[in-house]
């Protein structure tokens, strides 16, 4: 029952023009559907389209009733017997009940609001039709209701009409004047609050932004408008892109699976993404909202007015946008930090995804269930290879490209291939056939890299060779095109800058004149992180050190600290502590601490950081999960106890700027954890009640910061900041959350109460998938105890998944790959995970969570 990319074929119809009328009452809501068709395949008479859980009353033909003889409804379809005209209007009455819907998909209820989330394949649950992103319909909604409880109601395009009916009920209705696919729809009806502005586009028309929240919300949206401001000038000035309605809205809703959805002219959003302020929202989470905003909106283009022929294509509008995103935050704010983040984000979940059963190509050629497949693979791999694209055609040749894409596919589906085409359109250097094989591979490919240096010619040779070492897709065996950006030194002030493109899987890459002083040229490989790989090389631990002192590179600096983080906890786990490297390290931190007055400080706070167990956890071989734990406790104490003074002075010296207004101050903040952390795990007590001191504070960062380094750190002052930060909060449900991932995160021994008292606190809210996710991932990432080796805590994981999954099988699906890489752990967490894994498949599961328990034992 596999959907495969090979069996694509254009739908028999067109559906130029659909009219939907919804009327609400109190039990269920009326949706009356008029499908113009247009048969495009003179052969085929028949019709079917997608339906889930409607209830329906009556269908017309062009307005004769159509006799229950003349179709049929069979599950999630409706088949009509054949039809011999050759244009007709189907109208469909069917009933839903949004108020029983807790899947969070189609038309459901969310603290008495009534929305929709369509994307993927949700509007088959609100109408029937054929739900595939190909068909292209312009949109008439009438919306009705009853004024008091729904006084806002909103869909897509413009409201050309408002109206007040008998029996205190109103009606509304939108026209959207562009095409766009079913997945696209939106509704919103009920209690919202609104706050107004505007933007003047650059050929000055003025568009209406709206943000709709719940009551006492409104003071929470500033940031927010800020961002889609900013959004919306960023696209014209950089892609020439200006929006294309009068009119912008945006709701903020509790209970939201994703972080937001671009349906056209009508975002629907998480109100986690939605609602800050510096008081309530910390740096990172601002960064965050301002992306998503950002990405949301640049969908418009990317997305909306061109967008994707079918599922497969998936990567076309988010690895597209995602990249949008990142060059959008990298022009705000420090293109290089900015960088450095995304390359630690995809190792960290990409890379993790990849090396496991779920492994999939950027464009998959099957699959079961659309909606396991909004990964981080699509979208943040999706948009490294656009990065790589850019970075191989140059910039004013990829906008040229891009420029294209979207002129010739306007109004349309596309597909990957088409934009792959048009960016390379003019290259003669790259093939293009050749260049998509990195859409078919699925893996982590390796690189290899190899010096030869003939210091009397001074000529430097590169060996280069590429494998992927997953052999389960034929694709794999393919040589991929990778740019690798390096850098090579002479000495300590002069290096050359230079872009090698392996085409083979093994080149040899001569360089003449390198003049160098060294036994043998020192290169840093992938600056900047130029593609999605892992790589070796025979760079020494004594170069290393060297390249620490030279690389003015964020990424490169960083990755090569990192490196050698790994290199001692992995002997520390499975040999010896190796004295000789830790002292260096320590003797190289202090003086880049001491030396370097004018560091980054967001660079410092990556420089000084431990590694985590989610960071390093896909790149060890045998993981002992409790044995990782304790060695990065250790890790953290040794390094703090070694570097305490340095470290006393640089807070010291960072203290004047923690308290400017972010983007102020930010780096500063990053470094402020980073410090407390190690110092408070050094045992320094005289931190303690400063740090204490900062859960009150009038800046989330820092109130957050003050929890997670307390989170390990076993004493009683750590129940009295829970009870500080608690019921200061406890109101606020997007703050909450953050004390619910404190509270799951911290290690209790009294068999998993601790985490079960969170599900029965009185301000645990059932439907809302952020705190579910919050105790859940705080308690499998953070908490060793999730790791006990009677496996009890992988057993109280699996039965909140069976729990879960009746209800919200999106959310679950995702989170049971906690378990994907049970492979890499040894016994007796390997053996415990596949006891539970069998006992999950044992029950009665979704398709969803069926589809990814069965990929994991496989
Ligand atoms: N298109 C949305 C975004 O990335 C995400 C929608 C996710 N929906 C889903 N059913 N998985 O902006
Ligand atoms: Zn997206």
Known sequence: QYIKLEDYKPFDYEIPNIFLDFIIEDKRVIVKTELEFIKKNININSLILDGIDIFVEKIYLDESLLEENNYSIQKNRLLIKPILKETFTLKIVGTIKPKENFSLLGMYESNGIITTQCEAEGFRRISYHSDRPDILSKYKVRIEA???????????????????????????????????????????????????DNFNTKSNKKVEINIYVEKGDEKYVKHSINSLKKSMKWDEEKYNLEYDLSLFNIVAIRHFNMGAMENKSLNIFNSKLILA?????????????????????????TGNRITCRDWFQLSLKEGLTVFRDQEFTSDLHNRSIKRLEDAKFLR?????????????????????????????????????????????????????????????????????????????ENNKEINNEKFKTWYKQNGTPLVKFKRKWDKEKQILKIQVSQINSNKKNLYNDLPLIIPINIAIFLNSYEKIKKTLILKEKEEEFTLENINSKFDSPIISYFRNFSAPIKWE?????????????????????????????????????????????????????????????????????????????????????????????????????????????????????????????????????????????????????????????????????????????????????????????????????????????????????????????????????????????????????????????????????????????????????????????????????????????DYIKKNKLSPNTREIIDAILN
């Not at 007040?164 to 009806?189: G, M, T």
């Not at 008081?279 to 949301?296: M, N, Q």
């Open 146 to 196: 009853n004024k008091e409880d729904f006084p806002v109601l909103l869909s897509n395009g413009n409201l050309v009409k408002a109206n007040d009916l008998k029996h205190r009920r109103h009606e509304v209705i939108w026209e959207d004047p562009y095409p766009k696919p079913s997945y696209l729809f939106a509704l919103v009806a009920g209690k919202l609050n609104c706050i107004k």
């Open 277 to 301: 302020n510096k008081e309530t929202t910390t740096d990172e989470e601002l960064e965050r909202i301002e992306g998503v905003i950002a990405h949301e909106y640049f969908h418009n283009w």
């Open 348 to 424: 960290k979940a990409q890379f993790r995804e990849d090396s496991g059963p779920t492994s999939h190509p950027v464009r998959p050629e099957k699959y079961l269930e659309i909606d396991n497949f909004y990964t981080t693979t699509i979208y943040e791999k999706g948009a490294e290879i656009i990065r790589m694209l850019k970075t191989l055609v140059k910039e004013e040749n990829f906008n040229n490209g891009f420029s294209n894409f979207i002129s010739t596919y306007d109004g349309k589906a596309a597909t990957i291939d088409q934009f792959v085409n048009k960016i390379l």
């Open 537 to 837: 090389t025979d760079t020494t631990f004594a170069e290393k050190l060297l390249i620490l002192e030279f690389e003015t590179d964020y990424f490169t600096i960083y990755d090569t600290i990192k490196g050698i983080y790994k290199k001692i906890i992995c002997k520390r786990i499975y040999e010896e502590p190796d004295i000789n490297i830790e002292n260096k390290l320590i003797t190289t931190l202090r003086s880049i601490i001491r030396n370097n007055k004018s560091i980054n400080l967001s660079l410092l706070s990556e420089i000084l950081s431990i590694p985590t167990f989610s960071e390093i956890e896909s790149e060890i071989k045998k993981v002992d999960p409790l044995k990782v734990y304790k060695t990065i406790d250790d890790l953290n104490y040794l390094f703090g106890t070694k570097l305490k003074v340095e470290l006393l002075n640089k807070l010291k010296e960072i203290d004047k700027n923690i308290t400017k207004l972010w983007p102020e101050g930010k780096d500063e903040r990053k470094l402020i954890e980073t410090i407390w952390r190690l110092l408070l795990h050094s045992k320094y007590e005289g931190i303690k009640n400063k740090v204490i001191s900062y859960i009150d504070s009038n800046s989330m960062t820092l109130s957050k910061a003050a929890l997670n380094v307390f989170t390990r750190i076993n004493c009683p002052e750590r129940e009295l900041i829970s009870n500080i930060f608690f019921n200061k909060w406890k109101h606020n449900p997007v703050v909450l959350d953050n004390w619910f991932f404190f509270k799951a995160s911290i290690e209790i021994n009294n068999n998993q109460k601790n985490i079960e008292a969170l599900f029965k606190n009185e301000y645990f809210d059932v439907k809302s998938p952020n705190t579910l996710k919050s105790i859940l991932n705080a308690y499998v990432t953070r908490n060793s105890l999730f790791h006990s080796r009677d496996g009890s805590g992988y057993k109280y994981v699996a039965d909140k998944i069976l729990e879960y999954d009746k209800s919200n099988p999106i959310v679950i699906s995702r989170f049971l790959k906690i378990f994907s890489t049970f492979r890499q752990y040894e016994n007796p967490y390997k053996r415990n995970i596949i006891k539970v894994l």
